[in-house]
């Protein structure tokens, strides 16, 4: 919203659409990647101990909520 703003402010309306386009590329490309990681990893680790995924799944959720509190503090 705030490169629509800017863009539309200054009159620079072609930058503020390519500018959209280059995060809306960079962040599908990065959830692609990690729905790519998953799925090979969660393959790798089938055989393995059923602990690791529980672990994994704690260990996961916290490390969001960590990120998520240090964006809403800063």
Known sequence: VAIF???LSSGAYALGFLAAL???????????I???STIFLKKRF???SLRIFD????IGLGL???LGLLLLIA
């Open 5 to 7: 703003i800017f863009a």
């Open 22 to 32: 280059a995060m809306s590329f960079g962040m599908s490309s990065v959830i692609a």
């Open 34 to 36: 990690a729905a790519f």
């Open 46 to 48: 089938q055989n393995k």
């Open 55 to 58: 672990y994994s799944e704690i």
């Open 64 to 66: 969001m909520l960590i």
